[in-house]
């Protein structure tokens, strides 16, 4: 299993920083299975979970993951009403791409999971 922990989230706003830790709106992390399937798991004040399968994907000379939900969610980041999002790779962690439509731009890193999780 492979944890991708949500580490900062940035606005559209350039005189607003970014947000880290617990100040950020929410926290927010994806379980990748080696089956291709995934769990997100985002917590507010309530505990929101989505799960689907994901594909590693190739746009434009450039690795992203592809998540493609079970069903629509409100935890879904994405531009189009679909029950999908794409994120993109780049030295070890993962960008979604939800910010090119106002969306937060949110950032991912990998994290190393105990055997119990």
């Known amino acids: 299993m492979v944890k991708w922990q949500l ?15 617990e ?4 926290q927010e992390y994806y379980t990748l299975q ?12 309530k505990k929101m979970v ?3 399968r994901y594909a590693f994907v190739k746009i434009e000379d450039e690795q992203y993951v592809e998540f493609t939900y079970d069903s629509p969610n409100e935890i879904i980041g994405s531009c189009y009403a679909e029950a999908k999002e794409t994120l ?19 950032t991912y890193e990998r994290v190393t999971v105990n055997c119990e999780e």
């Open 7 to 21: 580490i900062e989230m940035a606005g559209n706003m350039s005189d607003v920083p970014p947000q880290k830790g």
């Open 23 to 26: 100040d950020m709106s929410w």
């Open 34 to 45: 080696p089956d291709s399937t995934f769990t997100k798991v985002r917590k507010t004040d």
């Open 50 to 52: 989505a799960s689907g």
């Open 88 to 106: 993109r790779l780049v030295n070890g962690k993962m960008f979604g791409t939800w910010q090119a439509c106002d969306g937060p731009g949110l």
